[in-house]
C-alpha cells in the first residue's frame, strides 16, 4: 500500500555536491520520522540523517556539516543535500520512512524502504 520512490544519486568528484530525494505514495495517513541510510561495499547499512514531523534533523558525525536532511510534508517527501562529497561517502543511499497507513478498515504502522541509489564519489 506504501512505496518510496528515490531519486538523484550519481557520480560526482571530491568536493562537489549531489541532491538525493525520495517521495512517499500510497493509502498514507501520516508519516513520523524519514530518513537516510547508507551501505558501502563490506560494510554494514548506517544511518546517514533522518527527520522527524516536527522538522528536527539528526546526523551522524560523520555528515555533520557537509549534509543537510529536509522534508516537505505536503509533499511526503525527504531530501538529503550532500555538499563537501568525500570518496567515503560511495554508497547506495537507502531512503527510510515510518508510515502509518489504512487499508479502509483501520490502520497500521510500518517500517518502508526505498530501493537504493548509488552514489559514488571519486578522489
Known amino acids: 500500500q506504501v512505496q518510496l520512490v528515490e531519486s538523484g544519486g550519481g557520480f560526482m568528484q571530491a568536493g562537489g555536491s549531489l541532491r538525493l530525494s525520495c517521495a512517499a505514495s500510497g493509502s498514507i495517513v501520516g508519516i513520523n520520522a524519514m530518513g537516510w541510510h547508507r551501505q558501502a561495499p563490506g560494510k554494514q547499512r548506517e544511518l546517514v540523517a533522518d527527520i522527524t514531523s516536527g522538522g528536527t534533523p539528526n546526523y551522524a558525525d560523520s555528515v555533520k556539516g557537509r549534509f543537510t536532511v529536509s522534508r516537505d510534508n505536503a509533499k511526503n517527501t525527504v531530501y538529503l543535500q550532500m555538499n563537501s562529497l568525500k570518496p567515503e561517502d560511495t554508497a547506495v543511499y537507502y531512503c527510510?520512512?515510518?508510515?502509518?497507513?489504512?487499508?479502509?478498515?483501520?490502520?497500521?504502522?510500518?517500517?518502508?524502504w526505498g530501493q537504493g541509489t548509488q552514489v559514488t564519489v571519486s578522489s
Open positions: 527510510n520512512a515510518k508510515i502509518v497507513y489504512h487499508t479502509g478498515l483501520s490502520y497500521y504502522p510500518g517500517d518502508y
